[in-house]
């Protein structure tokens, strides 16, 4: 739902200290239904909100295609209808208490729900970010505390609002050598640059969305597997060399964008299956290789999370691209399927604490930002 200037304010003060409870090791629960609109991951880890202790079970649920175009027609609006937002809160209600029930855990053994919901819009410049959800209804339906809003705090501050996962990949990396960058191919690519005590993020680029939505568009599949679509295909230099031409590229970070903020599928038309879906990989490789040029040192090693790991064309150009090794985050131990919902399970434990959730090298926000907003479960 769309918030007027004074529920804004309300939620915003809310998330500065949400919660009362001493710091310490604490079980939560984190949810993600991101940009590529796959469906619903889920993830349970024991943290205090500095430091992971303990990486609990998982499970994904991939959405039903109906309810996937659901989601699909909320994309770009700046509200949703109630009925939706209550069938999605419901939807991940109940994808929570049967992980539940499957893994043996009782509600009273999670501390707290970490909610993002899902994005439909995002307008920092304006201070707007959507993301629908409803954290009091989820709470009600799980029984468990839940924190959601995540976002709102820092774009209301003057801040992108996002990646919000980079210190929680500073909590993961805390052993490995720097410079590193960890790689995040969602339906948005966003980056985390680690280095010491050095933690810059932002939005790279697109990632998997407009590739899946050629290939949705052609062929009825959700995705190239494996790249084998593109590896197939020429890319279009010239129309490469347009994309690339957007102002975004050389705008310095931080910075975020919104999944549909590159309009490709006039450009591509006239291409081939084969040929659009080529250019388009070429566009998120080459997008990363621009994203080298507002970073203080090039990275000795790059870390890809996210579905498009999995992508091997990709993951090849994007070695060419970066003159590095590129490797999916399953090589030093991470997961990488649940990597974001184990991500809102950490802020949500600093959001009860009062923590930051961002950063100025992360979000632009003007000074480190607690956030999210916490919803009590009725007792």
Not at 96 to 110: C, K, P
Not at 146 to 165: C, I, Y
Request: with cysteine; glycine share 10%.
């Amino acid at each position: 739902m769309r918030l007027v200037k004074e529920e804004m304010e309300e939620l915003v003060v809310r998330s500065q200290n949400p919660d009362k409870r001493p710091q310490g090791l604490r079980r939560a629960l984190g949810l993600m239904s991101g940009t590529s609109l796959d469906g619903m991951d889920a993830a349970v880890l024991e943290t205090d909100g500095e430091r992971v202790l303990a990486h609990g079970p998982v499970r994904s649920l991939p959405y039903t295609p109906e309810f996937r175009e659901k989601l699909r027609s909320l994309l770009g609006r700046r509200s949703a209808p109630s009925a939706l937002i209550d069938e999605f809160t419901k939807l991940q209600a109940d994808f929570v208490n049967r992980f539940l029930a499957d893994t043996g855990i009782a509600a009273g053994e999670i501390d707290v729900i970490g909610f993002h919901g899902q994005t439909i819009f995002h307008d920092p410049a304006n201070r707007l970010t959507v993301q629908i959800g409803d954290g009091a209804l989820l709470a009600a339906l799980t029984s468990i505390d839940t924190v959601a809003g995540f976002r709102l705090a820092d774009v209301a501050a003057g801040g992108e609002g996002a990646p919000l996962a980079p210190l929680y990949h500073r909590a993961l990396a805390a052993s490995l050598p720097g410079p590193l960058a960890v790689l995040n191919l969602g339906g948005v690519g966003n980056v985390t640059y680690l280095d010491g005590e050095q933690v810059i993020a932002f939005d790279t680029g697109p990632a998997n969305a407009l590739l899946d939505d050629w290939i949705l568009r052609h062929t009825g599949a959700p995705f190239d597997a494996e790249g084998q679509i593109a590896a197939r295909g020429r890319c279009d230099e010239v129309l490469l060399a347009r994309l690339l031409a957007h102002s975004y590229f050389d705008q310095p970070p931080p910075k975020s964008l919104d999944r549909d903020q590159f309009p490709v599928a006039e450009a591509l038309g006239g291409l081939s299956l084969e040929d659009g879906a080529a250019t388009l990989l070429a566009f998120t490789a080459r997008s990363i290789g621009r994203a080298m040029a507002h970073l203080p040192a090039a990275p000795r090693r790059w870390l890809v999370t996210g579905g498009g790991r999995r992508n091997v064309a990709l993951m090849r150009a994007i070695a060419e691209v970066t003159k590095a090794p590129v490797d999916p985050v399953e090589a030093v131990g991470w997961r990488g399927d649940d990597l974001e919902a184990e991500a809102f399970a950490f802020l949500a434990v600093r959001s009860l604490y009062g923590l930051p959730l961002s950063l100025p090298s992360t979000t632009g926000v003007p000074e480190p930002m607690p956030g999210g907003v916490f919803y009590a479960a009725p007792k």
